[in-house]
């Protein structure tokens, strides 16, 4: 009884029919509400980008509210006239201030190339003028004529030790100069007498080359290398004419065999392909008589141009010279043989010909300050 209860309860026709209604309810309800969902969602978004819109719209009508009012003050045409006004009139301004700067500067040309004349015409005047004062005044007295004549002997020495290099003539100049305010007694030139005793003793300890022993020192050595170097050529001896040779020997083998013939070409092509030097001796004698001869006189050649240097003073072409003769005897000729050579020629290299010369013109300036004294100190006529 039971199970067929059951199995009427669960076969009754209401009951089938109410549970598939009741499903598709809840479904369209579920539709309805994910349709409304996505629908506020749509409303949502559609509003923000309408505000946005809205707001780019009202920026630009901002913008475009400036360029019409910029546009309206540019194309003013009373603004563009002022400013153009204001831009001539200042290029009419700079034009005008530089054509007066141009025009000053023209002027203040003229000007200076007018005073350069001007200076140069009374320096020539000027110079004129001392000219014909130095003609025109002359001493009045003898004492005026003794200090005029010293003078002239200190400007002399001078000239003489400093233009010419003569030792002996401002030397001499000097002592007449001093024997003269000697004879002139005077006080007031004491002083210059004192510097002229210094001056004389400098000039005298000062020591100047002897060209003459130099000269002399320079013509023995030449005679002893010219000697030396003769010794060393050999004797010259006629040596064979090759045609001559070369013609005794075709008749030679003219006479010999076949064999002698061939024989004396293949010692004559080894003699002329091999040539045999001896390293460990002295370059000149691997030079044949002639060339050594021309080196002998390219040497005495150079000592000549020495001697000639020496006497002209050209101290800087003097040393040269004498470096280029040392090396020239240390490369072409054995150590023993220029031993006795080299070492003259060093003490050659030792002398300087252009030494420092002394300052002698103390004196000088001493006699004019004296004079200056002096004639500061006579009563005016």
């Known amino acids: 009884m039971i199970e067929k209860s059951e199995t009427t309860v669960f076969t009754e026709p209401h009951y089938l029919s109410t549970v598939p209604k009741a499903k598709g309810t809840s479904f369209a309800l579920f539709i309805a509400f994910l349709a409304l969902f996505f629908t506020v969602i749509g409303i949502a978004t559609g509003y923000k980008h309408w505000q946005r ?5 009202n920026d630009s009508q901002i913008r475009i509210a400036n360029l019409d009012k910029m546009l309206s003050q540019k194309a003013d045409s009373s603004t563009l006239e002022a400013l153009r006004k204001d831009v001539k009139q200042t290029v009419d301004k700079l034009s005008t201030d530089a054509s007066t700067n141009l025009q000053k500067m023209a002027q203040m040309h003229n000007e200076t190339r007018q ?18 004062l130095q003609q025109s005044v002359a001493p009045k007295t003898d004492h005026d004529w003794q200090i005029e004549e010293v003078a002239f002997l200190l400007r002399m020495a001078n000239q003489e030790l400093h233009l010419t290099a ?52 320079i013509n ?89 240097m020496a006497l002209q003073r050209q101290d800087n072409n003097y040393h040269q010279q004498i470096a280029l003769i040392r090396d020239t005897l240390q490369a072409y000729y054995p150590k023993d043989q220029m031993a006795g050579l080299i070492e003259p020629l060093m003490q050659l290299d030792q002398v300087n010909l252009q030494p420092a010369l002394p300052d002698i013109s ?13 004639l500061a100190g006579e009563p005016k006529p």
């Open 362 to 374: 103390a004196s000088l300036h001493q006699l004019e300050k004296a004079r200056n004294t002096a």
């Open 220 to 308: 023995t050595l030449s005679l002893t290398l010219s000697n030396q170097l003769a010794k060393a050529l050999p004797s010259q001896t006629l040596r064979a004419n090759p045609s001559t040779t070369k013609t005794n020997d075709t008749h030679a083998n003219q006479d010999n065999s076949l064999w002698q013939e061939y024989k004396q070409k293949a010692l004559n092509t080894l003699n002329e392909a091999v040539v045999v030097h001896q390293i460990d001796q002295p370059l000149a004698n691997a030079l044949d008589t002639e060339s050594r001869q021309s080196l002998h006189q390219l040497i005495l050649l150079r000592l000549e141009n020495l001697r000639l």
């Open 115 to 132: 005073f350069a004349e001007t200076v140069t015409a009374q320096v020539e005047q000027v110079t004129s003028l001392q000219a014909r």
């Open 53 to 57: 819109m809205n707001t780019k719209a």
């Open 166 to 217: 003569n030792k002996g003539a401002a030397l001499a100049a000097l002592k007449e100069a001093d024997l003269l305010l000697g004879k002139l007694g005077s006080v007031t030139y004491l002083p210059v007498r004192q510097q002229l005793a210094r001056d004389i003793a400098s000039l005298e300890a000062f020591a100047e080359p002897d060209l003459l022993d130099l000269s002399q020192r």
